[in-house]
Structures are given as structure tokens and as C-alpha cells.
């Protein structure tokens, strides 16, 4: 079939405008069509790559989410907080005689100036006190005679006289303790090759 009643007249209102019922378009650049959503997305998230509006006016991106899940989560409770300690077990394999020898002779020069220091300040305690002219002048009464005064305690136990004493003891006693302590070296290294030495366990200081 064929049209037969030729042209039609165009109206302008029509043509340029929107047609009965249909909304005009808003103004501005024109973007992708959304479809109206029933749900919002949780924490503000974003839709195609653009962020929807929120009801307050402004938008909430996904990293404020994110923070928000980050502040509300707790410590573990059943993390280990106390330190350990850590423990090692060791054994003293061998005694070294050179070195055993020095130290005890430098440790026995020490204990020998100290007795001659104590023996010094000992004599000077008691003398001040008076008890060597006590203990000597009953000495002297009860071995005296007519023909002589007896045995004289303070001149026999003068200060250099105890002092000289003293000193030669030292001397033997450094002279025995560095022997001793070399020979129980030798007989321990002996000893360890059998049954294995002596075991320490040593800790951390906490």
C-alpha cells in the first residue's frame, strides 16, 4: 500500500521539544544512566566507578570504611607477653694449668696482704687496749725470780717482730696455694677425660 495523502506539516514545538508526558532533561554535561537501587551498598562504597551521594549531603568513600572496620578491631587476648627465658647447658671440658697457676698466684698475693694488713691493725687494737701489758706483767710474776724478772711478752711480740712473722706466712701460703691450685688443674683435666667434666646450665639475666 501506498501513502497517497502526501506531506505532512512538522511541528516545531514537537520536534525541538520533548513529546506529551516526558520530562525535560536537566541541564549539564550528560553522564552514564544509573538505575534508581531498593538497597544502598554498605560503608558508602562507590558504583561503577563514581561515588553516590550520601543522605547527609556528602559522600563516604571505601577507605573510610575501611578505617572504620580498622578502629573497631580488638587486640588478641590470648597473645604471650611474658619474655622467655632462654637457657644453655654447657660443660667445662678442660682446665687450663697456665692459666689456673696465674690466677691463683695473683689471688694469693691478695689473701697474703690482706693478713699482713689485719695482723698490723689487730696488733694495734689489742695494744691499745692494754692487754699485752695485762697478759705480760702476770707472765712476767709467775716466771720471775729474785735473780730475774721473768719472761717479757711485750718485747717478744713487738710490732716487727709480728709484722716479719706474718709476712713469711703469707709467703709460704702463695707459694703453696699456686702449687695446689696447678696440681688440682692437672688431676681435673685427668678426671674430665673419664667421666666428661663438670655440667653448667646458664640463664639469661631477666
Known amino acids: 500500500m501506498t501513502d497517497t495523502r502526501g506531506p505532512q506539516p512538522q511541528y516545531e514545538g514537537y520536534a525541538t521539544g520533548p513529546l506529551p508526558g516526558e520530562r525535560e532533561p536537566a541541564p549539564g554535561p550528560s553522564g552514564p544512566y544509573h538505575p534508581p537501587q531498593a538497597y544502598q551498598t554498605p560503608g558508602g562504597g562507590t558504583q561503577g566507578g563514581q561515588q553516590r551521594p550520601a543522605q547527609g549531603g556528602g559522600t563516604l568513600g571505601g577507605a573510610q570504611g575501611g578505617g572504620g572496620a580498622q578502629a573497631t ?81 711485750q718485747s717478744f711480740l713487738s710490732l716487727p717482730r709480728v709484722l716479719i712473722f706474718t709476712s713469711v706466712i703469707a709467703v709460704i701460703d702463695v707459694v703453696l696455694a699456686t702449687a695446689l691450685a696447678t696440681l688440682g688443674a692437672f688431676i681435673y683435666n685427668l678426671s674430665a677425660g673419664f667421666v666428661g667434666g663438670v655440667e653448667l646450665t646458664l640463664a639469661e639475666d631477666e
Do not use: H, Q, Y
Not at 77 to 83: H, L, Q
Not at 91 to 113: C, E, H, N, T
Not at 121 to 139: H, K, P, Q, R, S
Open 73 to 153: 578491631r580488638k587486640p588478641r587476648t590470648g597473645a604471650r607477653t611474658t619474655p622467655r627465658t632462654r637457657k644453655a647447658r654447657l660443660r667445662v671440658a678442660k682446665a687450663d694449668p697456665w692459666s689456673v697457676m696465674k690466677v691463683s698466684f695473683l689471688l694469693s698475693i691478695a689473701l697474703g696482704i690482706c693478713t699482713v694488713v689485719a695482723s698490723a691493725v689487730l696488733w694495734m687494737v689489742m695494744d691499745a687496749m692494754g692487754v699485752f701489758e695485762t697478759v705480760g706483767g702476770t707472765i712476767s710474776e709467775a716466771t720471775g725470780s729474785n735473780e730475774s724478772n721473768g719472761f717479757d711478752l
